[in-house]
């Protein structure tokens, strides 16, 4: 096997234990661990199969594997982006209705000490 290959391997193994120890400690939710962790063994399988990806690679017309390897990253972080985005829009909307009923609440909880101020 190539140096590269061996490297490869062991920083996605490298990967993939810090993903399950931060899963194991409660650092990440449910949500998130589940997606790290198939990330990285996506990239545990896709280490092992370099070989097979490069064959894949020339099949498809894309004569340098890195520009594959680059092209799937590319899409993956676009992916991530688009998700998170998803997810801060609705926390959004979720602070908004929030600190509209907090502000309700301090309303109410006025005309109630005013209320028994006067009695």
Do not use: C
Request: no cysteine; aromatic share 14%.
């Amino acid at each position: 096997m190539n140096t590269v290959y061996l490297i490869v391997i062991a920083s996605s193994l490298f990967f993939l234990f810090v993903v399950i120890g931060m899963t194991a400690k409660n650092k990440l939710t449910d949500q998130y661990a589940f997606m790290w962790l198939t990330f990285s063994i996506i990239g545990v399988v896709l280490a092992f199969a370099l070989p097979y990806l490069n064959d894949f690679a020339r099949a498809i017309g894309i004569s340098y594997l890195p520009s594959l390897i680059f092209l799937l990253a590319f899409l993956v972080v676009l992916s991530l982006l688009i998700y998170h985005t998803h997810l801060l829009s609705k926390q959004e909307h979720r602070i908004k209705t929030l600190v509209q009923d907090v502000a309700f609440l301090q309303r109410e909880i006025q005309e109630v000490r005013k209320e028994d101020s006067r009695s």
